[in-house]
């Protein structure tokens, strides 16, 4: 199993700055990707960000160049660092973690999901 706990989240002012932590617990070594999603009211959730536990990192279109997905040495924690935030990122923010059981030809995956932060940026 795996424990997600988001922290980080509240309300900041368009424009500003925000850093989110997902600290991770469990079966941590079989975990080989981690994630932040968001939704907004209304709408589906969406993908922001991923990291794999080579730190290849992915990112969606709308947040590139202003959000940055990391992780501790320790793969125990992942943050989100938002910079230049604007009103559209608004949302729940939610850590995954994406884990594998098994061997290389023969495994199965399941995924956790943190209970999510709420993120609000003011006009």
């Known amino acids: 199993q795996v424990q997600l706990m988001e922290s980080g989240g509240g309300l900041v002012q368009a424009g500003g700055s925000m850093r989110l932590s997902c600290a991770v617990s469990?079966?941590?070594?079989?975990?080989?990707?981690m994630g932040w999603y968001r939704q907004a009211p209304g709408k589906q959730r969406e993908l922001v960000a991923t990291?794999?536990?080579?730190?290849?990192?992915t990112y969606a279109d709308s947040v590139k160049g202003r959000f940055t997905i990391s992780t501790d040495n320790a793969k125990t924690t992942v943050f989100l660092q938002m910079i230049s935030l604007k009103p559209e990122d608004t949302a729940v923010y939610y850590c995954?973690?994406?884990?594998?059981?098994?061997?290389?030809?023969?495994?199965?995956?399941?995924?956790?999901w943190g209970q999510g932060t709420q993120v609000t940026v003011s006009s």
């Open positions: 995954r973690a994406d884990r594998r059981i098994g061997t290389s030809t023969y495994y199965r995956t399941y995924d956790y």
């Open positions: 990291i794999t536990t080579g730190d290849s990192t």
């Open positions: 469990g079966s941590i070594r079989e975990i080989y990707l």
